[in-house]
């Protein structure tokens, strides 16, 4: 299976900072890469796909770029209710993989 | 507008088998694939399985390849999750997720409010 890692596992960050997530592929991926938003109790939202596109209704604070293994997430300006648990997942191979999660805590 | 609503959780015993069912709605059902992805309790996000729109293809996460089934039924707007032999390990919410595509985009787009699992004697 393709290994999903992300950088860092928590951070913490106050509102209106701009706040960097990374991931990295065990192996080539392409552009297949998608991002989440899982805030506590909730089931996880779907923000980028095919590592830069903006799902429909999603703000455009929320941005991600990169190909083949190394792919970044941002946030421009945190708002109160982005402080939830982000996880990157490729969906280049038959047996999809999600990164281990990274969580944005409020500083 | 798209929802899917799981059902058929609850407390099992090890070894023991349990369907969930996705009821589906907002959407053309059979145009489109369907993903299974489970969480743990405090844990990350495992992908179980997706179907394709029309069932001709199925892949598993290795965790459970061979105990676990999925199945569809266009005519009804459901999917199922057929667990056999579980263990304590599969304990965890269950989300089941509409593919962006016929199956092989791999891009859970929609999901449900998933149902909890627990394997316990």
């Known amino acids: 299976d393709i290994q999903m890692t992300q950088s860092p596992s928590a951070l913490s960050a106050s509102v209106g900072d701009r706040v960097v997530i990374t991931c990295r592929a065990s192996?080539?991926?392409?552009?297949?890469l998608n991002w989440y938003q899982q805030r506590p109790g909730k089931a996880p939202k779907l923000l980028i796909y095919?590592?830069?596109s903006l799902q429909d209704g999603v703000s455009s604070r929320f941005s991600g770029s990169g190909s083949g293994t190394d792919f970044t997430f941002i946030i421009s300006r945190l708002q109160p209710e982005d402080f939830a648990t982000y996880y990157c997942?490729?969906?280049?191979?038959?047996?999809?993989?999600f990164g281990q999660g990274t969580r944005v805590e409020i500083k | 507008q798209v929802q899917l609503v799981e059902s058929g959780g609850g407390v099992v015993q090890p070894g023991r088998s349990l369907t969930l069912s996705c009821a589906v709605s907002?959407?053309?059902?059979?145009?489109?694939?369907m993903h299974w992805v489970r969480q743990a309790p405090g844990k990350g996000l495992e992908w179980m399985a997706v179907?394709?729109?029309?069932?001709?293809?199925?892949y598993y996460g290795d965790s459970v390849k061979g105990r676990f089934a999925f199945s569809r039924d266009n005519s009804r707007n459901m999917v199922h999750l057929q667990m056999n032999n579980l263990r304590a390990e599969d304990t965890a919410i269950y989300y089941c997720?509409?593919?962006?595509?016929?199956?092989?985009?791999?891009?859970?787009?929609?999901w449900g409010q998933g149902v909890l699992v627990t394997v316990s004697s």
């Open positions: 997720a509409r593919d962006a595509g016929r199956g092989g985009r791999f891009i859970p787009d929609y």
């Open positions: 907002g959407f053309t059902f059979s145009d489109y694939g």
């Open positions: 179907i394709w729109y029309d069932g001709s293809n199925t």
């Open positions: 192996q080539y991926i392409g552009s297949h």
């Open positions: 095919s590592a830069s």
């Open positions: 997942q490729q969906g280049y191979s038959n047996t999809i993989t």
